[in-house]
């Protein structure tokens, strides 16, 4: 099985039940898709050197510890105005990881502010905003893994690599003392049939994935990406989103 095909399965495994006919869709385009990249994969080895899915906060704190400490920073931007931004701190057997999000107001924040006892969201020029931290330690496997998880599959742009966008390799760079491979991705020129996987599963008329990922060479996983994305919703309006994340050494 392929990359591309085992994210696709696991992409479509995540869905839904309303989403029935996305889910099959999905099915449908990775069988039909197994055979065209594996031929892309035995032919293009550079191909298989971009994991969409893995991301160096969750690859490193699976490791050994560590000799010296390092922070992660992964945001989200939607053009609403919306945002998610996720700082983690990992230093040997330790991970802090804090979250500040932030969204348009609705009722029901307002209304949970008025119930006494509960903890307040402030909303500020008609955006909720939150902040919280979570600590988590080596010795809990359980809360170790779900810490590192929580950042890739909360902010991190993993699901639009489902249906393995167009990449191409663009040389060596050094990243923060790190050794990696960087990468550019679009794909303004793929298909429809290419994109089969997440239109089905939006329930999009099109969309477009431009940006670049640096991927470590010895751990295959991505250490800093910028990538947008903008997709034509069925009902004619366009979301757009940015993602970018990176890490330092502090």
Not at 12 to 22: F, G, K, Q
Not at 139 to 156: H, P, R
Not at 179 to 203: H, W
Request: net charge negative; hydrophobic share 35%; aromatic share 8%.
């Amino acid at each position: 099985m392929t990359g591309k095909t085992a994210l696709a399965v696991l992409f479509c495994s995540l869905l839904p039940a309303w989403m029935i006919l996305s889910t099959v869709a999905c099915d449908t385009h990775a069988k039909l898709s197994r055979e065209e990249h594996q031929a892309k994969a035995n032919t293009n080895p550079m191909e298989r050197q971009l994991d969409g899915g893995s991301y160096c906060v969750q690859t490193l704190a699976q490791g050994p510890p560590l000799a010296s400490p390092i922070h992660f920073s992964n945001k989200e931007t939607q053009s609403d105005g919306s945002s998610k931004d996720f700082e983690s701190d990992l230093a040997g057997d330790k991970l802090d990881v804090t979250v500040h999000e932030r969204h348009p107001a609705t009722d029901f924040d307002r209304e949970l502010n008025t119930v006494k006892g509960s903890q307040p969201i402030p909303i500020h020029d008609g955006f909720a905003e939150s902040v919280r931290t979570n600590h988590f330690t080596r010795s809990d496997a359980s809360g170790w893994n779900m810490g590192a998880n929580s950042v890739v599959l909360g902010v991190t742009p993993w699901s639009l690599f489902v249906d393995k966008p167009t990449i191409t390799p663009a040389g060596a760079e050094n990243i923060g003392g790190f050794d990696t491979t960087k990468y550019s991705v679009d794909t303004r020129q793929e298909s429809t049939m290419d994109k089969a996987a997440l239109l089905a599963a939006g329930r999009l008329k099109d969309y477009n994935i431009i940006g670049t990922a640096w991927v470590l060479k010895n751990k295959n996983c991505i250490l800093q990406y910028t990538i947008d994305f903008e997709q034509d919703e069925s009902d004619g309006k366009t979301k757009k989103t940015h993602y970018e994340g990176g890490v330092t050494k502090p």
